[in-house]
């Protein structure tokens, strides 16, 4: 029962990090999806896989951390039809944003070490199966995890922003992810709300761990 409550658990928020870290647009033409893959979605989605090796899952982690993961399609939408951008010419018109406003492009796939790129080589079948026919038009993009101050650009439970743009577009997260902290409480009523938010929406108080 333990173990069949801890993976409830781990299923429950790895569901609730899929919500916060997706984005997708339909409309004006224009077809978007966008994944933010923090190296906390692949703890959660590798480590209840008893086929995969404890070495493997560190061996991942540790590579995935030296970067930040995002997946990405483009579509144009036209009469009756949607054209999907290739990896080469996506890569010229997307970029990481920072909360300061600096832009990154993505790493060069030759950059990218071997261990993570093997990662992600692993899993790009999952993704098709899981995306439909149209999976092999969603595509990886590697960019920096720190900027040149050796801070991290997207830490998922620290407070700051970032945004991905793609093509015209530009997509937005707050942080911290709440799905990755613990509940807090509205110290009004007792409800239990998103460790993501400061305030409660309805009263107003400061919101209060446990």
């Known amino acids: 029962p333990a173990a069949a409550g801890q993976e409830r658990a781990t299923a429950e928020t790895l569901e609730a990090l ?8 339909n ?17 959660l989605t590798l480590s209840g896989n008893d086929t995969i090796p404890a070495e493997f899952l560190q061996r991942t982690e540790s590579a995935l951390t030296q970067y930040t993961l995002v997946l990405i399609a483009h579509g144009d939408a036209g009469p009756g039809n949607l054209t999907w951008a290739d990896e080469t010419a ?4 997307v ?4 909360q300061r406003g600096r832009a990154y492009p993505p790493i060069a796939t030759e950059e990218v070490t071997a261990d993570a790129r093997a990662a992600v080589d ?8 899981l995306l439909g026919p ?3 038009n969603f595509h990886f993009f ?9 801070t991290a650009i997207a830490d998922p439970r620290l407070p700051g922003e970032i945004s991905v743009r793609v093509v015209d577009e530009r997509y937005r997260w707050r942080l911290p992810l709440g799905s ?8 009004v009523d007792g409800e239990r709300l998103t460790g993501g938010w400061q305030f409660c929406p309805w009263h107003g108080d400061r919101l209060v761990s446990g």
């Open 180 to 187: 990755l902290l613990p509940q807090k409480r509205c110290p």
């Open 27 to 43: 409309g004006a033409g224009v077809a978007d999806f966008v994944w933010w893959l923090p190296t906390d979605w692949w703890r």
């Open 90 to 93: 996506l890569r010229a018109e």
């Open 18 to 25: 899929n919500q916060e870290t997706r984005r997708q647009l």
């Open 122 to 129: 692993a899993i790009r079948p999952s993704f098709a199966t």
């Open 95 to 98: 970029s990481l944003i920072d």
């Open 142 to 150: 590697f960019f920096p995890a720190t900027n040149d101050a050796g």
């Open 134 to 136: 149209a999976g092999r």
